[in-house]
């Protein structure tokens, strides 16, 4: 069965790097492509992009592009979201989801990572 | 980029039929799906495509769409369903995600 294992939570102080990882098993993981979502506290979630497990080329929504890197491993079937010059705004639960489709049209989040809170504060 | 647009809160009786709705312009390109997120727990897909649901999802849940707006409907609503409900397509101009806001749905 598919499942996606994230690391644990961080706590880090403004200015520092964290970097999260997502470990795939139960598919071949170049197979899918890999979506992040950050979700602030009491907030929504929002898109911050997706990477090719295939090419290692990472997309980036806008608001996620500068700090935010997102990186493969594919010997340990593992994505990663590395954030830098972290600040308190970034606190949040940071979620990797796998990417599926059924069709031209029907595209969706299938498996999702338990999540990753990192906490920003002095 | 495009927007989907959820009402922010519903509620339904015990029992009772409710739809959530998701209004956006990349609907018309690309189906909803739909997620439910419980409090401290991560988002799990309940609906995907024109009307699909993963194993271990009640069939009270389905999905439909017309023009730029996709339903979730729940028909007999139990007290579990109270969760948030955030649905999300791909972008129909560039490569894309977008979410809605979510709606938080309240069991009475």
């Known amino acids: 069965q598919v499942h996606l294992v994230q690391s644990g939570s961080e706590l880090k102080k403004p200015g520092a790097s964290v970097k999260v990882s997502c470990k795939a098993s139960g598919y071949t993981f170049t197979t899918y492509a890999m979506n992040w979502a950050r979700q602030a506290p009491g907030q929504g979630l929002e898109w911050m992009g997706w990477?090719?497990?295939?090419?290692?080329?990472?997309t980036y929504a806008q608001g996620f592009t500068g700090r935010f890197v997102f990186s493969l491993d594919t010997s340990v079937s593992t994505a990663y979201l590395q954030i830098n010059s972290l600040k308190a705004e970034d606190t949040a639960v940071y979620y990797c989801?796998?990417?599926?489709?059924?069709?031209?049209?029907?595209?969706?989040?299938?498996?999702w990572g338990q999540g990753t809170l990192v906490t920003v504060s002095s | 980029s495009s927007e989907l647009t959820q009402d922010p809160a519903v509620s339904v009786a015990l029992g009772q039929t409710v739809r959530i709705t998701c209004q956006g312009d990349s609907l018309r390109s690309y189906y909803a799906s739909w997620y439910q997120q419980r409090p401290g727990q991560a988002p799990v897909l309940v609906i995907s495509g024109k009307n699909n649901r993963p194993s271990g999802i009640p069939d009270r849940f389905s999905g439909s769409r017309s023009g730029n707006t996709a339903s979730l409907t729940i028909t007999g609503a139990q007290a579990e369903d109270e969760a948030d409900y955030y649905c999300?397509?791909?972008?129909?101009?560039?490569?894309?995600?977008?979410f809605g806001g979510g709606t938080k749905l309240t069991v009475l």
């Open positions: 989801a796998r990417e599926a489709n059924s069709g031209y049209d029907q595209y969706y989040f299938d498996y």
């Open positions: 990477i090719n497990t295939n090419t290692g080329n990472p």
């Open positions: 999300n397509s791909r972008d129909s101009s560039v490569n894309h995600w977008v």
